[in-house]
């Protein structure tokens, strides 16, 4: 059985920091590119920043610089550190495992970041 399980969502005020983590189990890890992707209300979700099997990592520009995405194959588990959150970091955050360029993928249940003062 797949899982992917997010955590780390919380309410933080603008210019502070998070860490989310998304922990995997029933699926080859280490050989799976991992993405975080985040879905606003009334808006498209969107691919936040991803890792490869190789640790290859990209991010949409509106994060560069602010986000940092990691994994540690040994524990299974990618994390996204996100810090200088703005108001407009707010959406709920899914972890996605994508294998085989796409051709297979599973998604974790989302967690919730809201950036307010």
């Known amino acids: 059985q797949v899982q992917l399980v997010e955590s780390g969502g919380d309410l933080v005020q603008p210019g502070g920091s998070l860490r989310l983590s998304c922990a995997a189990s029933?699926?080859?890890?280490?050989?799976?590119?991992m993405g975080w992707y985040r879905q606003a209300p009334g808006k498209q979700r969107e691919l936040v920043a991803s890792?490869?099997?190789?640790?290859?990592?990209d991010y949409i520009n509106s994060v560069k610089g602010r986000f940092t995405i990691f994994r540690v194959n040994a524990e299974n588990t990618v994390y996204l550190q996100m810090n200088s959150l703005k108001p407009e970091d707010t959406a709920v955050y899914y972890c996605?495992?994508?294998?085989?360029?796409?051709?297979?993928?599973?998604w974790g249940q989302g967690t919730q970041v809201t950036v307010s003062s």
């Open positions: 996605k495992a994508e294998f085989s360029s796409g051709s297979r993928y599973y």
């Open positions: 029933g699926i080859f890890f280490s050989g799976a590119t």
């Open positions: 890792i490869t099997s190789l640790g290859e990592t």
